[in-house]
């Protein structure tokens, strides 16, 4: 019997706000524990939540953007348990109204487009931070965490594969990433996904038992857990036995997921209207004002790539994956216009250094280590024969980290490619005149010879010599 | 009687209340008498009435989204009652 | 005659004419406590450093020629449910151990900008569950009319208080009549602002929805004097309202003529005590004589507002007292792990009553009885709210008593917490309903027991409901007694 597996996704993003949601704490973790808690987030006797505005104009911007209805009446629920990097006994989340319903996502894999539903979109306050005290018999709670303002994003169970999972996390996180709303950052926990699993025979519509699946840290994570679960729960019913809906976790260490210990998953949250908060009420006029400079979506972006610029597809998701990369892209092709050129310096060699500077995962650069303007005269230079595309390399290695120019750098290391036909000819007799056994090999058939030749003459030029005329000259002069 | 012995043992837990046993039993009386007299909330029909929505006739008090806190760990962790540091320090979480 | 016995009003006129000084009169309200407390045990905490060195510091002010605000140099005495910073707050309760606040409250930070001295912090009902001040985790307080008998709660601290001439004035806090119960069981002026007048921000919460600080006082013009100090905007609660505070104490002109009182049938059953109704009858027909108008009214849904009341201000208190868990400040008990630490810590820190509101609370909105109960409480209480507006189309003001009976014996109805709660029938409504409301005395029974005449009014019109109290108040001269501080049998 064959299976399929249906997935749903539900991802908590972390909003970039300067203050927490409900009081005017900084969201910039101070180093210090509890340094950047007031009685407020510390739930402390007395105290009153007040809404941060921001909060619900990114909610706003995502809703919008994911295509959802908006609420123009919405409600703040309190979410009731006992936890100790809970302090006020409840999380101010919403519940059955939240700001945004419905909406999709698009996704691409393997060429085609895959429309993932949501659910809905709500906001919420983050919890604190418990950490294992090393006398392993208490615990330590960090409250700054507390009161940090989240977006919860639910997709419908429309998922029906590991790569899409992760395709979708990876164009929601773009989106987020692009409205300027979360920076989507996995490992340190700005991004963070639970997964909600089933299987069921192919061709079937009734859906499986749901098993929810936490802990899962990175994008590798996901797809691993997922790949995991569902087999395992192919193999249990295969086995013929059952599958009990509980909450497992994915440990990372023995690459499986396991029950939860805690029998907490059965929760009975007593979800009710905060009456410390008024009715959020959104009209038309603040939509307009969300709406209208919301910027242009990853996937609008990337189209536009291809149809602009004559990029590959390809090329163009790599160029779009991060609205940073996307940005300096445009900006270098501004300046000189060969988008395809500056794609692959970009991709290839951009790429490489900020890969090997741990850079790659960081998701948002204040400061590239090579200036979008200088990388794009240095393309111009190519293109102007001034340099070669090896010369260009040498370029490209000096001006990282420095604020020069190309043109200073090659007029300082002398870099100018050699396009003086004299003195290409003058270097062309040299080499030939000392290589006479290689002439009568090429003139016998030998076509490799010919790099041989080159190679010579880009030495004894100092690598400067205009490749292109080198190759011309040469093969006149190797005219028999 | 609507109250049972174990439902007031399962809210107990809920509410994360010890409770003697006889506590537990004067509470499933009491408890079963004043739920039995809210009952007369039954002899209403509410089904066309709006839920309440508020108290206070107003809506979206927001504030903006300013950094307005100065860091005080101490004053905060100053009624701790066990502290390490500026963490707060508790009986062990077990995941 | 002790500094102590002046109202507000008074006191402010003598200090600001510096025939008083804020320290002698600070000395002589420390002094008459000295002398009653140990009899009314009024106060949880007393502050009298603070108080002298905030005497002192309003005395230096009074001497300069300023405009003066009206509390400058006053004795106020505070409910203990009002952090205040540096000085114990325990809501008296177990649970809140040694809690020393590390803030104050908003409405406190208002009464110390206006150079008021804070004396101490009143006894109340555990957190501002109760109506009798009995179910204080410390000890009860006495009626200064009567020692045996209740002060009312949850307020009684600060209505003995005031009756006791302990404070000048003091402030309390209204969820379900906590204000204006314990204001006509002592024989004082006790007014709840409409929901939203004053700010709750620093007042520990019981029922997020209906609770509101009020001012408890000797007289009406005290209550339109430290009203006005209090109320207004705060950007810190969001269910504070953005109007503009009137000058309360400039609108007392005694004028009622033409004014239309609603009177609620549905006030005046049997079950309340004779007295209590001969008493408010007399002074409706007062204000009658006097040309205001009287127009017969229903309030259909009164008798569904205490189950409605006990449904959702439990199941708002449970939620809000979560927090007491003893991770972060208060009692900790001593356990095995973190469920037990949980549970014990609390059982340990909570008395009865707060026990079993919380246990009320948690089951009404536990997995399947919220729409049963939670849900059909807040439509039902739609239907209470629109008596009122539907009420107001016909009247001015409302006016009933304030609670069926004069203030029963200490230890009398604590057996029975159904028939306590039966007590609240005349002031839940209102909370549940967000309107303003005050009690002012009308009168004694034939044991001295002072009776309360409740007036109560359109959202944000205390204006008019402290100038018709105000009018009753100055034609009689319930006002002027003041109690033996004898346990009379």
Redesign the interface.
Known sequence: MKYESVIGLEVHAQLLTDSKIFCGCSTQFGKEPNNNTCPVCAGFPGVLPVLNKRVVEFALKAGLAAHCEIARSSILARKNYFYPDLPKGYQISQYELPVCTGGYVDVELDGKVKRVRLTRIHMEEDAGKNIHDAHGDASLVDLNRAGVPLLEIVSEPDLRATAEAGAYLKTLRAMLQYLGVCDGNMEEGSFRCDANVSVRPEGTETLGTKIEIKNLNSFRAVESALEFEIARQIETLSDGGKLVQETRLWDEHHEETRPMRSKESAHDYRYFPDPDLLPLVIDDAWIAQVRAPLPELPNARKARFVNEYGLSGYDAELLTGRKDVADYFEEAVLAHANPKALGNWIVGDLFRVLKERKLDEQLYLARWPLAALNLAQMVQMIDQGKINGKIAKTVFDAMLDSNKTPQQIVSEKNLEQLSDLGIIEAAIDQVLAANPKQIVQYRSGNEKVLGFFVGQIMKATQGKANPQKVNEILREKLKP | MK?SRE??QR?????????TPE?QSS?TE??D???G??D???Q?D?TD?????????????????????R???D????????R???????????? | MSFAQLTLHEAGAKLRKRELSSVELTEAVFQRIADTDDKVHAYLTLARDAAMEQARGADKELKGSADHAALLGVPIALKDNFLTKGLRTTCASKILGDFMPPYDATTVDRIRSTGAVIVGKTNLDEFAMGSSAENSAFFPTSNPWNLARIPGGSSGGSAAAVAADLCIAALGTDTGGSIRQPAACCGIVGLKPTYGRVSRYGIIAFASSMDQVGPMTKNVRDSALLLEAVAGRDPADSTSADLAVPRYSAMLTGDIKGLRLGIPKEYFVSGMQREVEQAVRAAIGKLEKNGAIIEEISLPHTEYAVAVYYIVATAEASSNLARYDGMRYGHRAAAKDLIETYMISRDEGFGAEVKRRIMLGTYVLSAGYYDAYYLKAQRVRTLIRKDFDAAFKRCDVIVTPTAPTTAFKLGEKTQDPLEMYLSDIYTISINLAGLPALSVPCGFDSEAMPIGMQIIGKHFDEATILRVAHHYEQSTEWHKRKPKLEIQN
């Open positions: 109250l439902e007031v809210v107990a837990v809920l509410a994360r209340l010890r409770l506590e509470l009491e408890l008498r004043i739920l007299y809210m007369k909330l039954n209403l509410t009435v709006d839920l309440f929505s508020h108290t206070a006739n107003i809506t979206n008090t927001l504030r903006e989204d300013q950094v307005t806190n860091p005080n760990a004053a905060l962790l100053a009624n701790a009652p066990d390490d540091g500026t963490f707060f320090k508790v009986p062990k979480i077990i995941e």
